[in-house]
């Protein structure tokens, strides 16, 4: 009953909004959705990853970002005709990009709200980062 309400929700947004905000659950994780690990590799190194997560760094270290090179790989490793999530350490840098993407591209994106503090905070899988 569970995962059918799951994938009700999900489905829900899909067909009706295009930004979803919630917490990382392992519900979410079994429903095999990708999660787009936004941080810079040094954040990968130092924490890893969550268990899937395709690692595409958005923002560098410096702050600066090339929207061009993001959705390139973003495109090439994520089917995003069908929603997917977004993380990063505490929430507030998918918050930005999830809301462009879905607004400026029609992405269906859900945004893990308080980011891999809270993955790691609820003993979610987190696999190193190689």
């Known amino acids: 009953m569970k995962k059918i ?4 929700i999900i489905l829900i947004s899909s067909l009706y909004a295009e930004l979803s905000t919630l917490h990382p659950t392992q519900k979410i994780l079994d429903s095999k959705i990708p999660i787009v690990d936004i ?3 040094g954040e990968w190194i130092e924490t890893g990853l969550a268990q899937g997560a395709i690692p595409i760094m958005f923002f560098n270290e410096q ?3 090339n929207v061009e090179s993001f959705l390139k790989e973003l495109n090439a490793k994520v089917d995003t005709k ?3 999530a977004l993380i990063c350490r ?3 840098r998918t918050k930005v990009l999830a ?5 400026q591209l029609k992405y269906s994106v859900i945004d893990f709200a308080d980011g891999m503090v ?3 905070y609820m003993n979610l899988p987190i696999v190193p980062y190689k």
């Open 99 to 103: 809301n462009f993407l879905s607004a």
């Open 90 to 92: 505490t929430g507030s």
């Open 5 to 8: 309400f799951l994938s009700f």
């Open 82 to 84: 069908k929603p997917f």
């Open 39 to 41: 941080r810079t590799k």
């Open 118 to 120: 809270y993955y790691k």
């Open 63 to 65: 702050g600066g970002y």
